[in-house]
Structures are given as C-alpha cells and as structure tokens.
C-alpha cells in the first residue's frame, strides 16, 4: 500500500514545488534582465541595466528569481541593499522571502535610512514628499512602506544610470515621467536599434523560398 502511495506522493510534491516558483516568472519570461535583444520597454529597460550595473551573472542570479514574490518591483532594491550592507544577495532575498518588510530588512543589514535620501536635500514633493518630511521629523526612526522603499532605491540607482542627481529625477517623477523613463531617454534607448539588428540576423538564417 505503501509502494502504491509513492507515485501520487512524489506528484503532489512537484506539483507543489512548481506552483511556489510560479511567481517569480508569472509576468513572463525573465530574459530582459539579461539581454537587451528582449527589452520590450523601458521598464524592461531599466531593470536589464540595474541587473548589469550590480555586475552578477546569469547564473548566479537566475536560481534567486522565483524567491521574490515581485521580481520586477523587489529585484532593484535587494541588489542596492545586498550592496550597502556588503551582505549576501541570498541572504537579502531570503529575508525578503520570509515575509519581511523592507524596513525590517534595513534594520538587519545594518543599512541607515539616510542611504535612500541622498541626494534630496529639499523636499522633493509627490510622490517621495511625505515619506522625506517623515524621515526628516525622525531620521534615525523613520520605518518607511514597501512602496516607499522600493520608489527610493530607484531614484538611488536611477542616479547612477543616467548621471542626473537624485533630487532631479524625483521631481521627474512628480511631473509625470517615471525613473525609468528618464534612464531611458538619456540613454536613448538602445534596446529600440537593438530590435531591427535580431530581426536581421534571424532572418539571415532563414531558407529563401
């Protein structure tokens, strides 16, 4: 009866253990942040230069995806955080796993608020504005939302992208044009040339009728 039971039990546990790695790749496929022959946007865009700016391969990155619940939202910020801490990237993306807030995990990695607002010595209004005035009342305190986090880090790492500072790109934000934007448009966006360029050479490869 035991025997009988193994082919069922070992089917319940696969089918488990593909339904938890659905998430990571739930919005598609992931190749975006390794190459810019599949950027689509400029979202896209920025995250494939976020992953190569933090310098990790493929390999080392790819097996961490299906532990974010959000890999397009909570990726930019475990690479900055993994980075100000000089902490593990797996380690930062376990913590993230377990259900943590970000602020929590700010606390553990020994990384300080300040971090996320440098650069933005005056309030910078919608949308950053009241999570600024917040810190600025409570420096050493502030706990700031997942959203709020997330924002931050961007506008950090958005930064160095684009070579415009921080406080720039937050009023960016609050006239309409996102981070990404942005990044995009000072880098005038390469993955649109790099399109045409794949096409070509796929079609190279192809039978003449």
Same mark, same amino acid.
């Given at each position: ?152 880090? =961007?506008? =950090? ?17 609050? =006239? ?15 993955? =649109? ?17």
């Amino acid at each position: 009866m035991r025997t009988a039971w193994r082919p069922l039990v070992g089917s319940i546990l696969a089918s488990g253990l593909l339904g938890w790695a659905a998430p990571a790749g739930a919005g598609g496929s992931l190749d975006f942040l390794f190459s810019v022959e599949h950027v689509n946007s400029d979202q896209q865009y920025f995250l494939g230069l976020t992953v190569s700016n933090y310098g990790y391969s493929r390999r080392t990155l790819e097996p961490l995806l299906p532990r974010l619940r959000n890999v397009e939202v909570d990726l930019p910020v475990a690479l900055f955080l993994a980075r100000e801490s000089g902490r593990g990237l797996d380690v930062i993306v376990g913590w993230r796993s377990e259900g943590l807030s970000w602020s929590v995990i700010l606390g553990r990695a020994g990384v300080p608020v300040d971090v996320l607002f440098a650069g933005i010595a005056v309030d910078p209004g919608p949308p950053y504005g009241k999570a600024w005035g917040y810190w600025k009342k409570n420096p050493r305190g502030a706990r700031l939302s997942d959203a709020d986090v997330s924002r931050l880090v =961007q506008i =950090q790492i958005g930064s160095r992208l684009a070579g415009v500072t921080p406080l720039e790109l937050a009023r960016a934000r609050g =006239q309409g044009r996102s981070v990404a934007v942005v990044v995009a448009e000072k880098k005038g966006r390469p993955y =649109q040339k790099a399109k045409p360029a794949t096409a070509a050479r796929r079609g190279k490869g192809k039978p003449k009728p």
